[in-house]
């Protein structure tokens, strides 16, 4: 058997195992009003700023992807350690770490050293897909903090917006993901924003023969080139979604189907064969993609979780007890 099979089975049986750990209803007698103060500080952010919603669900992800869900992607850097914070994939576009503070403030003072950080993030990233998109699923919580945070581990483990189908396939795969799934959590590109640096492979220099990526829409292209002119002393930021750029839909896969997918890893989907009939049943069926979409966050919020007494309840998501 291949290391790489044995890797995946262990995955999914410590996986598996750490989910059922997990449960719908955790804060039920401990914190009865945990869920509805953390949907009270999103719905109050993300009415005033759609951008954060987007960043929290962001933040879910790269916190999941890197060292599990533990709340690490929430720890501030100290003397001697940076921390993923202080990555360039979550420095500075990451956004939203005061909407998990406003929520655990008010936790605290209610249910002290009760709700951990990471099951905050997972809600308030539920929350998020609600009153961006409509979609609705419950959160299995009793996760627990981690108290490491190391500043290069998101090299090893976020995708790039490079990658192409086969890459982000094994990339997510690591993860316990399916080819599936990660072509429906892609969808959460239909929010959100990326910096120029990402994508300007794409509009300038492409190759001898194309100044651009022949794969984008030129229109796309020239609008984006407004955006990101070159030489730049800054490095501008672009909706990933230029159409519905606040709400969760599946408006992105349309996108892709006329080449105004904004990253390499994003137009990949739908020009690749292993994916391409995903990205197009995705593109049809809205409601589909939706519920999948639900299935797909549950099942990345199990990613590597601590429960029981591994880890620990922060009294503050910013630093260990």
Known sequence: MKLSTLFILYFFTVSTLANASLKI???????????????????????????????????????????????????????GNPTEKEHPANNPSLRGYEVIDEAKIELESICPETVSCSDIIAFAARDSAFKLGGIRYSVPSGRRDGR??????????????TLNAGELEENFAKKGLSLDEMVTLSGAHSIGRSHCSSFSDRLYSFNSTHPQDPSMD?????????????????????????????RLDNKYYLNLKNKRGVLTSDQTLWNSPSTARMARSNAIHGANWAHKFADAMVKMGSIEVMTGIQGEIRKNCRVVN
């Open 25 to 79: 209803g955790y804060y039920h007698s401990s914190c009865p009003n945990a869920e509805s103060i953390v949907r009270k500080a999103v719905n109050k952010a993300v009415s005033r700023n759609p951008g954060l919603g987007a960043g929290i669900i962001r933040m879910h992800f790269h916190d999941c992807f890197v060292r599990g869900c533990d709340a690490s992607i929430l720890l501030d850097p100290t003397p």
């Open 148 to 161: 490491v945070s190391i500043k290069d581990e998101p090299t090893a483990n976020l995708p790039p917006s």
């Open 218 to 246: 030129p229109k796309l292209a020239q609008q984006l080139i407004k955006r990101c002119p070159r030489p730049s002393t800054t490095d501008p930021i672009a909706p990933l979604d230029v159409d519905t750029p606040n």
